[in-house]
């Protein structure tokens, strides 16, 4: 039986236009498309995104290809331990011409934020990106002044190197509505990758095919993507897993977890099933969107005991038993 959805006539030209984003930034990524449509579903949700891999992965190219297709202006800002908060939000400057001070905005002034290698910054860094991501407003020669709208940060982060970084507090990682992890290319998609970029012929760059204002247009539409209560009471139970896995019937997880995940992860799974569903051009979610980002939501906001990390047991592996053992509505 067909499910009526009222709402997929008035979301096909939106989705469309995200369609066409995602091709667009794969004329110049190869492979990657999780990863494209994994940070449009942050961009939708309003959610900042944090990516991890190894250096070379295209974790870069990527977040300056989107920020291109989308239109927006683009900041990208190289974190180092010298960095102070005023190189990121800016600072007064003296004019000795006129004798007065005026306001330099940093790049955290931008609709597209890229924060490399967010971990080389000291915490004072960190915590005044992390503000503005919150607040979505930063404080600046004694007046508050609004961020762009739409306002995106795609932070990168090293994992196989520790000397001379500042590990992100758990509470500041929670503000990231998603973290992705990359992974090596296949054997084909790596053959691709050298003859595309193995050459001294102009590399393909991304163009311009919509604007932020049709970003904020879409995410009005993501608000209206219906959420079945059943199915935010499935998101709850999932959560409330990584706290009680005990009382879910997941005994054996009790040992593994520290503490788990804040009702800031309920919101944020729900909200990133909404614009899941809104790229799969439906007007409501269902539980294969919560079931697809619920480890991207997750893996970030689970603390493991140090007997899981003795283990080797990873937050992947407890969110997997969570999936596979909790009723699906």
Partial sequence: ???????????APHRDRFAEVAREVGR???????????????????GHVLLEGVPGLAKSLAAQSLAVALGGTFRRIQFTPDLLPADLVGTQVFQPKTG??????????????????INRAPAKVQSALLE????????????????PEPFL???????????????????????????????YPSAEEEFAIVGRMATNRAKPVARAVTTPAAVLEARALVDEVHVEERLVRYVLA?????????????????????FGASPRASVALTQAARAHAFLAGRG???????????????????????????????????????LERLPVP
């Fill in 153 to 183: 940060v795609l932070a990168t982060q090293n994992p196989i190197e520790h000397e001379g970084t500042y590990a992100l507090p758990e509470a500041q990682v929670d503000r990231f509505m998603l973290k992705l992890l990359l992974d």
């Fill in 284 to 322: 409501f979610a269902t539980p294969h969107d919560v079931r697809a980002l619920a480890p991207d939501v997750l893996r970030h906001r689970i603390a493991m005991s140090f007997e899981a990390m003795a283990d080797g047991i990873t937050s992947e592996q407890v969110i997997a038993q969570l």
């Fill in 100 to 117: 007065e001070w005026t306001v330099r905005e940093g790049p955290i002034f931008g609709h597209f934020v890229l924060a490399d290698e």
């Fill in 28 to 46: 110049v990524l190869v492979g990657q498309h999780a990863l494209v449509e994994k940070m449009l579903v942050g961009l939708l949700a309003d």
């Fill in 1 to 11: 039986m067909t499910v009526a959805d009222p709402l997929a006539a008035r979301l």
């Fill in 238 to 258: 999932l959560v409330a897993a990584t706290r009680q896995p005990k009382a879910a019937g997941l005994e054996a997880l009790v040992p593994w977890i520290r």
């Fill in 132 to 147: 503005a991501m919150q607040e979505r407003q930063v404080s600046l020669a004694g007046e508050t002044r609004k961020l």
